[in-house]
């Protein structure tokens, strides 16, 4: 998990892409995409926080160098164990669509009688679970301690 990136959002879309040396398109087709979830200004403008922009480099590598798709890598967050982390109660478990499928992330479905209707995802321990390289494989490594 990051510890000492800012999640302050304070770059515009233009500067962001222009940061991370990738198209503004780009940068809306990973947040169409379900990969990010940029900071909304009341305007409707996105920003985005170093944090965000780590997320992003990190996505890169594995489109670019690890040779994995979008759609693998949405399958995988969609794995992420968001009940789990956030400890939701059976009821809310068979009310929520992330509980049984598998095809996106927990932030992506239209939560609407559970624990997550209300809830700011860009804030959420679930979505922050991947936020950088590590940081997935580190959730995992919490949620599963070593046998005794
Ligand atoms: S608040 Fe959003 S990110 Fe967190 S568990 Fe619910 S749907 Fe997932």
């Not at 947040?31 to 990190?58: M, N, Q, V, Y």
């Not at 670019?64 to 968001?82: D, V």
Request: aromatic share 8%; with cysteine.
């Amino acid at each position: 998990m990051q510890t000492n990136i800012s999640t302050k959002p304070v770059y515009t879309i233009s500067t962001a892409a222009r940061l991370l040396g990738i198209s503004i398109p780009t940068l809306r087709m990973y947040e169409t995409e379900g990969l990010i979830i940029p900071f909304k200004k009341s305007s409707k403008h996105r920003l985005f926080s170093d944090a965000d922009l780590e997320r992003i480099r990190c996505l890169r590598r594995a489109l670019n160098g690890g040779k994995m798709g979008l759609e693998s890598i949405r399958r995988m967050l969609a794995i992420i164990p968001c009940w789990a982390i956030i400890e939701c109660t059976e009821k809310d478990r068979k009310n929520c669509e992330a509980f049984t499928s598998y095809d996106k992330p927990c932030w992506m479905h239209n939560h609407k009688d559970n624990v997550c209707r209300d809830r700011d995802c860009r804030e959420c321990e679930v979505y922050n679970s991947f936020s950088d390289c590590s940081s997935l494989k580190e959730k995992f490594k919490e949620l599963v301690p070593p046998k005794k």
